[in-house]
C-alpha cells in the first residue's frame, strides 16, 4: 500500500470530495481517499501509483497542481 498526497484545483464543497473519492476508488476501490478542502490536498491510501490517481481525478475534470 502506498501513501499519495496531491493538490488539486478547483475543489469547493463536499459534490467535489465525493467526485473525487469515486474517481480514485474505481481504479482501486479500497483506497482510502481523504480531502482537505481549504488546502485543495487530496491524500490517497492504495495501491495506485500517483500517475494512476492523478489521471483518474484529471479525468474527472479537475486541474492537479505542482506541490
Given amino acids: 500500500m502506498t501513501v499519495i498526497e496531491l493538490v488539486v484545483g478547483g475543489l469547493s464543497c463536499g459534490h467535489y470530495v465525493r467526485a473525487v ?5 474505481a481504479h482501486d476501490p479500497a483506497a482510502k481517499v481523504a ?3 481549504a488546502s485543495g490536498r487530496v491524500r490517497i491510501e492504495g495501491d ?3 500517475e494512476q490517481a492523478a489521471a483518474a481525478i484529471a479525468a474527472e475534470g479537475y486541474e492537479i497542481r505542482p506541490g
Fill in 35 to 37: 480531502v482537505d478542502l
Fill in 48 to 50: 495506485l501509483s500517483r
Fill in 21 to 25: 473519492e469515486r474517481a480514485v476508488q
